[in-house]
């Protein structure tokens, strides 16, 4: 049964007259597919269920019938997100629809999706609507939380920090200069080929920091030697800027301490 079959059904089991069930269904058919500018009808997907909702103006519930050691079971595949005042019943099996004319006696046990118990239909509906189980995980570690900043803990301490002072102002950048050296290569493999080494020869640095803005070059026959002088001066920029921002930062942390000093046993 199509589900536009269904929603004749549907129309019948409310006392419409017999005569629709063999016309109405064209028409809904027509509707269906000139709403959704469709040339071929390829079936409805439970995904598109949203539209004919809208285009007939009903809420569908779709359940699906399920075998245990007990007894049958229905289980909800959709729920309908509508507020239309009609509402339609279907039973998905594989991939077809089916109408359910009385709910009541379609199943005795229907099962809830978020907290598994078993209801009558009388119920069911009831409860779904105001069942707020979750599922709940079990972590061995605790759940995890990201670690509060120390400007956070500063605000505990009701020590605030202007928010365009929590981020580095200084920046720093370098480049490196290299050659190609082609003596001494290592024999070719089977699937590679030495053409040169590349050999750094100059790095250039300059950066952000007061007394350090201006561009400084290094030059060194030996690598080695070039990286160090080039880290040299980097951990001196960074001692520079660790001194120009810890004046600034003295005032929160001479309170930070006197809190802190405060609230200790």
């Not at 289980?75 to 019943?89: F, N, P, W």
């Not at 001692?239 to 005032?251: N, R, V």
Request: hydrophobic share 35%; net charge positive.
């Amino acid at each position: 049964m199509t589900i536009c079959a269904c929603s004749v059904a549907w129309l019948c089991s409310t006392g419409k007259s017999f005569i629709l069930v063999s016309v109405q269904p064209k028409r809904n058919f027509s509707k269906y597919c000139h709403v959704r500018a469709l040339n071929k009808f390829p079936g409805v997907t439970l995904r598109e269920l949203v539209d004919v909702e809208d285009i007939f103006e009903i809420n569908v519930m779709v359940y699906a019938l399920e075998l245990d050691d007990q007894s049958p079971k229905a289980t909800v595949v959709q729920l309908s997100r509508k507020k239309y005042e009609r509402t339609v019943y279907v039973n998905l099996h594989e991939s077809h629809f089916s109408y359910i004319f009385e709910f009541s006696k379609y199943c005795q046990r229907y099962e809830c999706p978020r907290c598994s118990e078993f209801w009558t239909s009388e119920y069911f509906h009831l409860h779904v609507r105001t069942c707020d189980a979750q599922v709940k995980h079990t972590y061995v570690g605790g759940v995890y939380n990201n670690k509060k900043t120390v400007f956070d803990q500063l605000e505990q301490l009701e020590i605030n920090v202007p928010h365009a002072d929590r981020f580095y102002p200084y920046r720093c950048t370098f480049d490196y200069k290299s050659y190609f050296d082609k003596r001494d290569l290592p024999d070719a493999g089977e699937k590679s080929v030495w053409v040169a080494r590349h050999v750094p020869c100059s790095v250039s640095i300059c950066s952000s920091v007061p007394n350090f803005e201006q561009l400084k070059c290094f030059i060194n026959s030996s690598p080695q030697q070039l990286v160090h002088d080039k880290m040299q001066y980097l951990e001196t920029t960074a001692d520079a800027a660790f001194e120009i921002l810890k004046e600034k930062f003295q005032y929160f942390l001479i309170n930070s301490n006197r809190k802190t000093s405060s609230i200790k046993p």
